[in-house]
């Protein structure tokens, strides 16, 4: 028999008429010439959990409940009353909805299909503001209360339980964990289930499918991440990566009317959205943490109409003929009028033979809340003298007993912003080792200590820490083009007046004209952000360069 109770817990915000509004008469007549009114009899369902959510309803009488359901019992999420609508953010995407929606009484609602609820988003400023609050607050709900379709079970000793914690926080999917260190709970779930501890981490995706130890796209593909992208479409622009550069070229993409759809293979966000916080990025005077600026962006691309394909990597480029066609693991294929190169640039790993051993179980390239929950109360330390590494310094040590900062140079004036540098300077738990590098990792299931050496005098000492945190320079993400574009030196790739002569006689540019800024030596083609040779690394840059990718894509469009 199917039971029915409130979910428990606190909600984010103290304005709970934004999270769930209530409309004017006026606000619904608006809707109600978008949509069609339909009458639904008492315990009919409108929307099923994990099922494409085609529409939003708005009640004009009547009650609706929409429900949390893991297996054949249900929890009240809220009651819907008249002058409220249904949705969050998964109606911008074409995800898979997270809740089921059921009528109490008789009701009467207007129902407006996706396509043309995006279409009063986009040409309706009121309504498109109470809308995409509302969307996202109830994401954020969600997300703090742990309730989606998903269980997570996991070891802090397991490398894999932090990279899928990872994937689904930064993709803003919510998710219940169950860790086997400490949760009775996890061993009964293994067992119901038939999976070992071996299997670890185990993802239980809407209560029947059981992924062991799932990559990145098997979790993408469980949770419909990318059902609604159609691969046949040819697209105006096809964006790889959606850090800062990639979203900002979504954004304005699809904001001025160009098909646009964007690749990532993990998270939107990129470098940046791995950043504990941003302070010097314009209008966040108080700073940004990078997830959060990257999940404003991704829901902005939305907003407009970008597509986003979700954990699939991008394996080749055919650059012989027009238009071009970009394929993805997996045998997709996707096809482009012009493509903006994304795909930015990974930190370097350390070179040691075991490094692999410790990655996501003591080594790490992000300092994030999960990361900062793993240490807490202990030393850490951090590699690297840029921005990243001074902000990830500045926020572990926040809760960790003490930051070591080693950095190779003699140290951080001529890599680092004055602002961070004053912090690390003045504060009490971190220490700066000049001319210092990691020469060996040492530990079982999980990093124990590390040994460093300093590069001037040879000499060299053992440090007992279980977490350091890697981010030293950056290595171009450019494999996939297959010698499509002419690179530099470092495998970044050039651009716009850094092409000599020679190098557009290598690549047979075929144009008349020379390539516009920012555009490769393949004509249409553009690179920005950090994977493009000479560029600032800087957010604000980012977002700047991907601006003005679009501005020129519509002239390649238009020729």
């Known amino acids: 028999m199917t039971t029915l109770a409130p979910l428990a817990g606190p909600t984010l915000t103290p304005r709970p008429d934004h999270v769930y509004p209530t409309l004017t008469p006026e606000q619904i007549d608006r809707f109600a010439m978008r949509g069609r009114v339909r009458h639904a009899q008492p315990g009919e369902v409108l929307i099923e959990a994990g099922q ?115 994937f689904l926080t930064r993709n803003g999917h ?51 991440f990318n059902a609604s992208v159609d691969d046949t479409a040819v697209r105006d622009v096809v964006i790889v990566g959606a850090g800062p550069s990639g979203l900002s070229a979504a954004v304005y993409a699809a904001s001025e009317g160009l098909g646009a759809l964007v690749i990532e293979s993990q998270a939107p966000g990129g470098q940046a959205g791995s950043s504990s916080r941003i302070e010097n990025f314009i209008g966040f005077p108080t700073g940004i943490s990078g997830q959060e600026l990257a999940a404003r962006a991704f829901n902005q691309a939305e907003k407009f109409g970008a597509q986003v394909v979700i954990g699939r990597r ?52 992000g300092a994030t809340f999960m990361e900062a ?58 220490e700066l080792w000049a001319h210092t590098e990691v020469v060996a990792l040492d ?51 050039k651009t716009g007046p850094d092409l000599l002569p020679d190098d557009l006689a290598a690549a047979q540019w075929p144009a008349e004209r020379a390539p516009y800024l920012l555009e490769t030596s393949l004509p249409g083609v553009f690179a920005v952000g950090d994977v493009r040779g000479g560029s600032m690394k800087r957010v604000a840059s980012a977002v700047g360069e991907g601006a003005i990718a679009i501005a020129l894509i519509h002239k390649v469009l238009a020729q």
């Open 314 to 365: 991008v394996t080749g480029f055919d650059c012989t003929k027009m238009p071009y066609t970009i394929e993805l693991e997996g045998g997709r294929r996707i096809t482009a009028r012009t493509v903006v190169i994304a795909s930015g640039a990974a930190y370097r790993r350390l070179g040691l033979p075991n490094l692999a051993q410790f990655e996501g179980a003591g080594i790490y390239y």
């Open 174 to 224: 919510p998710y219940a964990y169950l860790d086997l260190d400490h949760d009775g709970e996890a061993q009964h779930l293994l067992d119901r289930f038939e999976v070992g501890a071996h299997d670890v981490p185990v993802l239980v995706c809407r209560g029947v499918n059981v992924l062991r130890n799932p990559s990145n796209g098997e979790i993408a593909d469980c949770l419909g």
């Open 443 to 493: 530990g079982g299931n999980h990093l124990e200590r590390i040994r460093t050496r300093n590069n001037q005098t040879g000499a060299e000492q053992s440090l007992d820490v279980r977490h350091v945190f890697v981010m030293t320079g950056a290595s171009p993400c450019t494999a996939w083009l297959r010698g499509c574009v002419t690179l530099d030196a470092n495998g970044f790739v």
């Open 373 to 430: 929950q793993l240490c807490v109360g202990e030393e850490v330390v951090v590699v690297g003298g840029g921005n990243a590494a001074g902000q990830a310094a500045v926020f572990l040590a926040q809760t960790a007993s003490r930051v070591h900062v080693l950095v190779r140079s003699s140290g951080l004036a001529a890599t680092m912003s004055r602002y961070l540098i004053r912090r690390i300077e003045d504060h009490p738990r971190i």
């Open 52 to 166: 494409p959510v085609p529409s939003v309803f708005i009640v004009r009488d009547g009650r609706l409940d929409a429900l949390r359901v893991t297996g054949n019992r249900e929890r009240l999420i809220v009651t819907i009353g008249p002058g409220m609508f249904t949705g969050e953010a998964t109606v911008l995407s074409g995800r898979p909805g997270l809740s089921r929606i059921r009528t109490v009484t008789a009701s009467e609602v207007i129902e407006i299909e996706r396509d043309r609820l995006l279409g009063i988003i986009q040409t309706d400023s009121e309504l498109s503001e109470i809308l995409m609050r509302a969307f996202i607050l109830r994401r954020v709900e969600l997300l703090a209360r742990g309730e989606g379709d998903v269980v997570l079970v996991g070891s802090t000793h397991c490398a894999g339980t932090l990279r899928v914690k990872e």
